[in-house]
């Protein structure tokens, strides 16, 4: 380092003192100050304007006027500081994709004695969907790009428009962890290895191994949101791309939170497998092939014709189906399948208290699901109006999650559903589930014990518990299947 240069590490905050030049800052930390390349910093999103202390003191000085002249430049500045910032990591960006597809991508296709077209996929995902769709969005945003006042440059509409191409990553980054398995499993292999080298040297690529070259989409689709933020910092709300650059910040926060939200609910469909491969006497097609989230679940009375016999049972609400299960008189951690429900064919009507009219008999906190292609109908009761409340709210949200899903086409392909279900039925036959505590997107409620015996008056509710309630999750590591 030179002796005029800023030695800092990563996490360090350094006060930008003279950003004019475009490749390198002045800046001060705790140490001294110096020079220090603008590339190797991120602004800080939402800090305070610079402190205004450096500047050439004047007679009879006063605090500096943010809307002064002087200010109004240096904000110019440091929007041009992020355009030019946002510019030249895509152009980087472009080139890295581009090494990848043709460094990596098409000398694999070349092999076809050591990859096959589903390893390569498995391995490289849509990175080269990524690729074209980068392209586009570069040359849009180049467009709009002013050169001569480059702080007046446009770019919020670009992402505006690109917003929907940005949801393939969600697809990547799902894939993501499979393709690190996979290499892992072929870079065991020497010949894999030397392979994937000479691939790195003949494209002249940094020396990263091909799992590093393949995390840089994952953590780019992160970074929109931080650089609009930043460029939205310092956009007057006078300037003509204010609105978009605000819009484009929302945006690119729902898209990654899209992609967050279907992560997690594909590292979730282990757990349902595991779920359903618990339940005793189980019938029909796998959950998954409809369902992969569970909405709410709990403990109801269930009112059957003729007589208007009660049944207490527990339901379990999943996107698209409403599955109910019984518990063992003795064991009553375990549970035995009885039914399900199609949603897509329900109606849920809230009943009064009182008495029904299609039974004949008074219920309390219940409400009634409909079925339009059968006729049928099913009357729930619940033992307190919240609980009532929280299903009634639950059913909207279900509908409102097959609504979003059929919007973002979120679906889970044949191949994931049958991993699941095998993995679980390998934790099954190992007689140690995974996760000894309950697992963690299962803990939303706690479930009542079923009373010690039945309501004596006519109306149709649960019983307060005369022991105190079990948390009915905590013990699903403990289920039957797991203790044959």
Same mark, same amino acid.
Request: charged share 30%; aromatic share 10%.
């Given at each position: 380092?030179?002796?005029?240069?800023?030695?800092?590490?990563?996490?360090?905050?350094?006060?930008?003192?003279?950003?004019?030049?475009?490749?390198?800052?002045?800046?001060?930390?705790?140490?001294?100050?110096?020079?220090?390349?603008?590339?190797?910093?991120?602004?800080?999103?939402?800090?305070?304007?610079?402190?205004?202390?450096?500047?050439?003191?004047?007679?009879?000085?006063?605090?500096?006027?943010?809307?002064?002249?002087?200010?109004?430049?240096?904000?110019?500045?440091?929007?041009?500081?992020?355009?030019?910032?946002?510019?030249?990591?895509?152009?980087?960006?472009?080139?890295?994709?581009?090494?990848?597809?043709?460094?990596?991508?098409?000398?694999?296709?070349?092999?076809?004695?050591?990859?096959?077209?589903?390893?390569?996929?498995?391995?490289?995902?849509?990175?080269?969907?990524?690729?074209?769709?980068?392209?586009?969005?570069?040359?849009?945003?180049?467009?709009?790009?002013?050169?001569?006042?480059?702080?007046?440059?446009?770019?919020?509409?670009?992402?505006?428009?690109?917003?929907?191409?940005?949801?393939?990553?969600?697809?990547?980054?799902?894939?993501?962890?499979?393709?690190?398995?996979?290499?892992?499993?072929?870079?065991?292999?020497?010949?894999?290895?030397?392979?994937?080298?000479?691939?790195?040297?003949?494209?002249?690529?940094?020396?990263?191994?091909?799992?590093?070259?393949?995390?840089?989409?994952?953590?780019?689709?992160?970074?929109?949101?931080?650089?609009?933020?930043?460029?939205?910092?310092?956009?007057?709300?006078?300037?003509?791309?204010?609105?978009?650059?605000?819009?484009?910040?929302?945006?690119?926060?729902?898209?990654?939170?899209?992609?967050?939200?279907?992560?997690?609910?594909? /590292?979730?469909?282990? =757990?349902? +497998?595991?779920?359903?491969? @618990?339940?005793?006497?189980?019938? $029909?097609?796998?959950?998954? %092939?409809?369902?992969?989230?569970?909405?709410?679940?709990?403990?109801?009375?269930?009112?059957?014709?003729?007589?208007?016999?009660?049944?207490?049972?527990?339901?379990?609400?999943?996107?698209?189906?409403?599955?109910?299960?019984?518990?063992?008189?003795?064991?009553?951690?375990?549970?035995?399948?009885?039914?399900?429900?199609?949603?897509?064919?329900?109606?849920?009507?809230?009943?009064?208290?009182?008495?029904?009219?299609?039974?004949?008999?008074?219920?309390?906190?219940?409400?009634?699901?409909?079925?339009?292609?059968?006729?049928?109908?099913?009357?729930?009761?619940?033992?307190?109006?919240?609980?009532?409340?929280?299903?009634?709210?639950?059913?909207?949200?279900?509908?409102?999650?097959?609504?979003?899903?059929?919007?973002?086409?979120?679906?889970?392909? /044949?191949?994931?559903? =049958?991993? +699941?279900?095998?993995?679980? @039925?390998?934790?099954?036959?190992? $007689?140690?589930?995974?996760? %000894?505590?309950?697992?963690?997107?299962?803990?939303?409620?706690?479930?009542?014990?079923?009373?010690?015996?039945?309501?004596?008056?006519?109306?149709?509710?649960?019983?307060?518990?005369?022991?105190?309630?079990?948390?009915?999750?905590?013990?699903?590591?403990?289920?039957?299947?797991?203790?044959?």
């Amino acid at each position: 380092m030179d002796d005029q240069e800023l030695g800092f590490k990563a996490g360090d905050v350094i006060e930008v003192m003279d950003a004019t030049n475009r490749e390198w800052w002045w800046g001060r930390v705790a140490d001294g100050e110096g020079w220090f390349p603008a590339s190797f910093v991120r602004l800080r999103v939402n800090q305070d304007e610079p402190a205004d202390d450096y500047e050439a003191p004047r007679a009879g000085a006063r605090e500096a006027d943010d809307s002064g002249p002087e200010a109004q430049s240096c904000k110019d500045q440091m929007r041009t500081n992020v355009i030019n910032e946002i510019l030249s990591t895509e152009r980087d960006y472009i080139k890295h994709l581009r090494d990848i597809c043709e460094g990596y991508v098409r000398q694999c296709r070349k092999r076809e004695d050591m990859f096959s077209e589903k390893q390569l996929r498995t391995i490289f995902g849509n990175i080269e969907d990524i690729y074209r769709c980068q392209k586009a969005f570069v040359k849009a945003l180049e467009q709009k790009f002013n050169t001569e006042r480059p702080h007046l440059s446009e770019l919020g509409a670009c992402f505006l428009e690109h917003q929907a191409d940005f949801q393939i990553y969600s697809e990547y980054c799902n894939n993501h962890p499979n393709a690190c398995v996979e290499l892992s499993r072929l870079t065991k292999l020497s010949k894999y290895v030397y392979f994937f080298e000479a691939c790195r040297l003949l494209q002249r690529m940094i020396d990263i191994s091909l799992d590093g070259f393949l995390l840089t989409p994952v953590q780019k689709i992160c970074k929109y949101p931080l650089q609009l933020a930043e460029l939205l910092k310092y956009t007057h709300p006078q300037h003509r791309d204010f609105k978009n650059v605000e819009a484009a910040l929302h945006a690119m926060k729902n898209v990654a939170q899209l992609i967050n939200e279907r992560k997690r609910r594909l /590292e979730n469909i282990d =757990k349902i +497998a595991q779920w359903q491969s @618990s339940i005793e006497d189980w019938e $029909g097609e796998d959950l998954l %092939v409809r369902s992969s989230e569970l909405i709410h679940s709990g403990e109801l009375t269930r009112v059957t014709q003729p007589q208007a016999r009660s049944q207490q049972r527990m339901f379990f609400l999943f996107d698209r189906q409403l599955i109910y299960c019984k518990k063992d008189l003795l064991r009553r951690d375990v549970l035995y399948y009885k039914g399900r429900l199609d949603m897509d064919d329900l109606e849920v009507v809230d009943v009064e208290d009182g008495k029904d009219r299609d039974l004949h008999v008074s219920v309390k906190n219940a409400f009634r699901l409909y079925c339009g292609t059968t006729g049928d109908s099913h009357l729930l009761c619940a033992r307190k109006p919240e609980q009532k409340q929280r299903w009634l709210k639950a059913f909207a949200r279900e509908r409102e999650q097959v609504r979003l899903d059929q919007e973002t086409g979120f679906s889970i392909t /044949e191949l994931q559903r =049958k991993q +699941a279900m095998l993995n679980a @039925s390998k934790q099954q036959a190992t $007689g140690k589930p995974k996760a %000894v505590g309950r697992p963690g997107y299962l803990t939303r409620h706690k479930h009542p014990s079923l009373p010690a015996s039945r309501p004596q008056q006519q109306v149709l509710v649960l019983a307060e518990p005369r022991r105190k309630p079990s948390n009915f999750w905590h013990s699903i590591s403990r289920l039957a299947p797991f203790r044959k």
